[in-house]
Nanobody, 125 residues
Framework: VQLQASGGGLVQAGGSLRLSCAAS????????VGWFRQAPGKDREFVAT????????YYADSVRGRFTISRDNAKNTVYLQMNSLKPEDTAVYYC???????????????????WGQGTQVTVSS
C-alpha cells in the first residue's frame, strides 16, 4: 500500500491541525495504521494507532486526550486530529501501515512495513 500524509503546517500553541493519510494500491480496510513523529535530533516516536475497523485505538501518553485518530475506509484515509497543540509537538509526522485484521494495536515502528513521506508540523509558542 502507498501512503500520502498531508495537513501539516504552522500553528500557534493551543491551536489545532488535522493530518490526513491517504492510501492507495491495496484494500486499505485490511491495514492497521499508525502515526509517528520525529523532531530534529530525536528518535522517531509513536503517536497513535488504529486497527483495521477502528475498533481499537491507542495513544502515546504525551498526546492522549489531545489527539484523536480515526479512519474512513470508504475514502481510504486515516486522520489525526490534533488539538491543544504544544511547541513540543513540533516534528515531522509520518503515517505507516501494517497488513492486519486483528484486534491488536501496534506501537513499534518496526511493526509497520509501509510508510508515507511525512508532513511537517510546527507549533509556535
Amino acid at each position: 500500500v502507498q501512503l500520502q500524509a498531508s495537513g501539516g503546517g504552522l500553528v500557534q500553541a493551543g491551536g489545532s491541525l488535522r493530518l490526513s493519510c491517504a492510501a492507495s494500491g491495496r484494500t486499505f480496510s485490511n491495514y492497521a495504521v499508525g502515526w509517528f513523529r520525529q523532531a530534529p535530533g530525536k528518535d522517531r516516536e509513536f503517536v497513535a494507532t488504529i486497527n483495521w475497523n477502528a475498533g481499537i485505538t491507542y495513544y502515546a501518553d504525551s498526546v492522549r486526550g489531545r489527539f484523536t485518530i480515526s479512519r474512513d475506509n470508504a475514502k481510504n484515509t486515516v486522520y489525526l486530529q490534533m488539538n491543544s497543540l504544544k511547541p513540543e509537538d513540533t516534528a515531522v509526522y509520518y503515517c505507516a501501515a501494517r497488513l492486519s485484521v486483528s484486534y491488536y494495536y501496534y506501537t513499534n515502528a518496526a511493526d509497520f512495513g509501509s510508510w508515507g513521506q511525512g508532513t511537517q508540523v510546527t507549533v509556535s509558542s
